[in-house]
């Protein structure tokens, strides 16, 4: 099957993130405690994650901004009590190096989270949090890469709130009946073959952040065409996109946006084929709770990029997932993230 690397990465989540725990635990103990203001961030997932955790990092009680890369190179006045944190699974992406450059040259303390401690970013950083595992596949959808950057971000906020190392790990002995779930869930979604249109993602708050992830999926499935937006926004022009056989996909998580998504889907119901809202557990107040909220948005998006995938037999370990022109879109990705 030309899906079935992705289907390995997703398969192996559940058990890949609770061995690593102790591991993970242990060294984001060993970091320094911030002093003033935390930026987390990078480029793409790295970007995504810190958004879709900020619920959880707001009710650990640590104040941690989500960024962009982008963000920290220039638009944000960092100061020297500042502690920026930087992911990438590579440690090569560049502007995530400039972004720790810069933040050093501001005075900010920077950590870096990586698969390589050896690399440009993990270099260019004053502590590192390197991830205890291998990477399956870098050319398939970005599925456990993703996880264990979360993992590793909720780690790092619970070392800073002083929390026990054992914290997460309830959680995480949930996660295999979570991901059958979602499963389940996007097979429910999409249940056969059929010719897809447009697929929309909506979220609210930290659901953005998930729903902006879930958008990259298709995009990385060969170019899909697949949108994010915030829930209230949608309504505010991007809706007159809708077509009959695009996908409508709402993200939950809270009352609101729940309450909110369901306002959404219900009054675009007639004008496509499919609308679906992922429901969480939105009442619930601890911080575990809220990670495994993420955890499941998550396996959602991803089992239901890997079902269209597999129903549209995508090559996606190919460029472009064999769709026309891969090699010449690869070609100009290259030049354009090497500069």
């Known amino acids: 099957m030309m899906t079935s690397m992705m289907a390995r990465e997703i398969a192996t989540q559940p058990e890949l993130m609770l061995s690593i725990?102790?591991?993970?635990?242990?060294?984001?103990?060993?970091?320094?405690?911030?002093?003033?203001?935390?930026?987390?961030?990078?480029?793409?997932?790295?970007?995504f994650a810190p958004k879709a955790l900020a619920a959880v990092f707001r009710q650990i009680g640590v104040p941690i901004v989500p960024c962009s890369a982008m963000d920290l190179t220039g638009y944000i006045d960092l100061e020297p009590a500042d502690t920026v944190i930087l992911s990438s699974i590579s440690g090569s992406t560049r502007r995530s190096v400039e972004a720790a450059r810069v933040a050093h040259s501001r005075g900010a303390r920077v950590v870096a989270v990586t698969c390589n401690g050896d690399s440009t970013l993990g270099l260019a950083a004053d502590e590192l949090v390197v991830l205890p595992y291998t990477p399956l596949s870098r050319k398939t959808p970005h599925t456990l890469d993703?996880?264990?950057?979360?993992?590793a971000l909720v780690e790092i906020a619970r070392s800073y709130a002083a929390l026990p190392q054992e914290s997460t790990r309830a959680i995480l002995a949930t996660m295999p009946?979570?991901?059958?779930?979602?499963?389940?869930?996007?097979?429910?979604?999409?249940?056969?073959?059929?010719?897809?249109?447009?697929?929309?993602?909506?979220?609210?708050g930290p659901g953005l952040g998930t729903a902006e992830y879930g958008a990259a999926k298709f995009h990385e499935a060969g170019g899909?065409?697949?949108?994010?937006?915030?829930?209230?926004?949608?309504?505010?022009?991007?809706?007159?996109?809708?077509?009959?056989?695009?996908?409508?996909?709402?993200?939950?998580?809270?009352?609101?946006?729940?309450?909110?998504?369901?306002?959404?889907?219900?009054?675009f119901a007639s004008l496509v084929a499919t609308n679906h809202m992922h429901?969480?557990?939105?009442?619930?107040?601890?911080?575990?709770?809220?990670?495994?909220?993420?955890?499941?948005?998550?396996?959602?998006?991803?089992?239901?990029?890997?079902?269209?995938?597999?129903?549209?037999?995508?090559?996606?370990?190919?460029?472009?997932?064999?769709?026309?022109?891969?090699a010449v879109h690869l070609a100009a990705q290259t030049i354009a993230m090497a500069n």
């Not at 725990?21 to 970007?47: H, M, N």
């Not at 979570?178 to 609210?204: D, I």
């Not at 829930?231 to 998580?253: Q, R, S, Y």
Request: aromatic content about 8%; proline content about 4%.
């Open 146 to 151: 993703y996880t264990v950057t979360l993992l």
């Open 177 to 204: 009946g979570v991901l059958a779930c979602a499963r389940s869930e996007a097979a429910a979604v999409v249940p056969v073959a059929k010719e897809f249109g447009k697929f929309f993602f909506l979220g609210a």
């Open 224 to 267: 899909l065409v697949a949108i994010a937006a915030e829930t209230e926004n949608f309504v505010h022009g991007m809706n007159f996109m809708l077509e009959p056989d695009d996908l409508l996909i709402a993200i939950g998580g809270s009352n609101l946006a729940e309450r909110r998504g369901g306002e959404v889907l219900s009054a």
């Open 279 to 326: 429901v969480g557990n939105a009442g619930s107040g601890s911080w575990q709770d809220k990670f495994a909220d993420v955890m499941a948005q998550t396996f959602f998006v991803q089992c239901l990029c890997l079902q269209v995938s597999t129903l549209l037999n995508l090559q996606l370990e190919e460029p472009r997932a064999g769709r026309p022109c891969g």
């Open 21 to 47: 725990q102790p591991v993970l635990a242990r060294i984001c103990d060993g970091l320094q405690k911030p002093r003033g203001r935390v930026f987390v961030g990078g480029c793409g997932d790295s970007a």
